[in-house]
């Protein structure tokens, strides 16, 4: 009798209470897990994963025996794995695990990671992941012969589990990132006569570090090396990061235009053109996030960070950066609005300060649109930086899921920019970039890509350049 009435309870399927259930359990045991997007089933082998772990290092106390208890009622349900097409609106279709998506930059490398240390034995803690893009790129020239070239870009990334989380303080597992980079390749059309534009045409070469800045691209070099640490506070959760870190990994970012590798080439869309923090230096960040039961309202997340713009006369050169975002539902379609600033100091050349505005929203199942605004100031600091003294831009994604789970996505955006004033005004540079992703496999994507610049660099004449490009990106 007691094995029918098991066998009645597997074949059980679960209703809400076993949802509501599985998502505390979900939420209070993998944390970092919460921005994902993953099917019932997913979610309750991570939790049976992270609580075996927890046994196994710490011993039958450091887990409620009641989590272990409905852990345990909660696997005798069948929990089905709907299909991608059958996912709630709220969240977007992602690949399936172990695959690559859209990842904004600050988590590109480090999330695939944490997921497949997850699945690990304890005693295993170091995974290595990366990417490889190549890009051919061709541009008409005015009076000279067309720009064919070619670029590349090539990431390691060591992910190191140097701290095992203990869950009666609240505290997640810590990580060590470091990643090592080489890229080259030409980055506008004045290599050969064209004018030189306020954004780069291929921003997959164009990685700033203030640790290569004497190097000639194409070089081995140390892009980022940082520890992160996650702190559970109830419901909430405080996030931070130390070491050599790049601003732009965490402010004025994207769910659609934020990623060189996979989504727009043009500099343009990676950032706002008139943000000017993009360089990879010793720093520090954190991240509050808040979580609101609001219908309308899902969290709000306050970040800050501050990195040095300068290597040499360091504590003379800080730039500080902070931010606030609104994670918003609207129709059952996510949102996330953002508003932020940058004000600093770059010794021997000026004070540097901006401030932006950006949001992202589905509007559709598998429809986003963004849109960006960023001004900084006109000194020679800021000119140190880049050129552009007030940007807009905005764009929309579309996307597409196979039956592999394979997302493909087709997007079009526009920007202008404006140049700073100097003995002469600039006039303005805009651009024009539509693309087509095919996922060709989980890891592996080929995009056909074209640019229209019109007035680049500012210019009113000679200065429209039409772009194509093919890339190709291996993620590992």
Request: hydrophobic residues 40%; without cysteine; glycine residues 12%.
């Amino acid at each position: 009798m007691f094995l029918a009435l098991a066998g009645v309870m597997m074949a059980a399927e679960p209703d809400d209470w076993h949802r509501k259930a599985l998502l505390e359990l979900y939420a209070k045991h993998v944390p970092e897990a919460s921005s994902m997007v993953e099917a019932d089933r997913q979610k309750l082998d991570r939790v049976a994963r992270r609580i075996g772990e927890k046994l196994s290092s710490g011993g039958f106390t450091s887990v409620d025996a009641a989590d272990v208890a409905m852990l345990a009622l909660l696997e005798t349900r069948s929990w089905p794995a709907p299909p991608a097409a059958q996912q709630p609106a709220t969240q977007p279709a992602e690949p399936a695990r172990g695959g690559v998506s859209d990842l904004q930059k600050g988590n590109e490398g480090i999330r695939q990671a944490q997921e497949r240390l997850e699945g690990m034995p304890i005693g295993e803690r170091m995974v290595i992941t990366g990417d490889v893009a190549s890009v051919l790129q061709g541009a008409p020239v005015n009076d000279e012969p067309d720009m064919t070239a070619t670029s590349g870009r090539a990431r390691v990334n060591f992910v190191l589990r140097a701290f095992s989380g203990r869950q009666d303080k609240g505290l997640s597992d810590g990580y060590f990132f470091v990643q090592m980079l080489s890229a080259g390749g030409a980055v506008d059309s004045s290599v050969v006569g064209g004018p030189r534009s306020f954004t780069a045409l291929n921003d997959i070469a164009t990685d700033r570090s203030r640790f290569n800045e004497s190097t000639e691209r194409g070089n081995i070099y140390l892009r980022k090396a940082f520890y992160e640490q996650r702190l559970t506070l109830g419901e909430n959760e405080l996030t931070g990061r130390a070491g050599i870190i790049d601003l732009t990994d965490y402010f004025d970012t994207s769910l659609f235009a934020n990623n060189e590798a996979r989504q727009f080439l043009n500099g343009a869309f990676v950032n706002s053109a008139a943000f000017k923090t993009g360089i990879s230096a010793p720093g520090l960040m954190g991240a509050y996030t808040r979580k609101i039961d609001k219908d309308w309202l899902e969290a709000i997340v306050i970040r800050a960070g501050y990195a040095v713009s300068r290597i040499e006369r360091a504590f003379a050169s800080p730039v500080w950066n902070g931010e606030i975002e609104a994670q918003t539902l609207w129709k059952g379609h996510r949102g996330y609005w953002r508003m932020g600033g940058a004000f600093g100091n770059r010794a021997g050349v000026g004070s540097v300060r901006g401030f932006y505005l950006g949001v992202d929203h589905w509007v559709a199942p598998k429809i986003g649109v963004f849109g960006r605004y960023a001004i900084s100031d006109s000194g020679v600091g800021s000119q140190s930086f880049g050129p552009v003294r007030q940007s807009y831009s905005g764009g929309l994604q579309v996307r597409r899921v196979d039956t592999g789970d394979r997302i493909s996505a087709w997007s079009i955006a526009f920007s202008q920019a404006f140049g700073i004033t100097t003995d002469m005004r600039l006039a303005s540079e805009r651009v024009i970039e539509t693309y087509y992703r095919w996922q060709w496999t989980q890891h592996i994507s080929i995009t056909p890509d074209f640019q229209l610049i019109l007035g680049s660099g500012g210019r009113r004449t000679k200065g429209t350049q039409p772009v194509l490009a093919l890339r190709l990106n291996f993620g590992f």
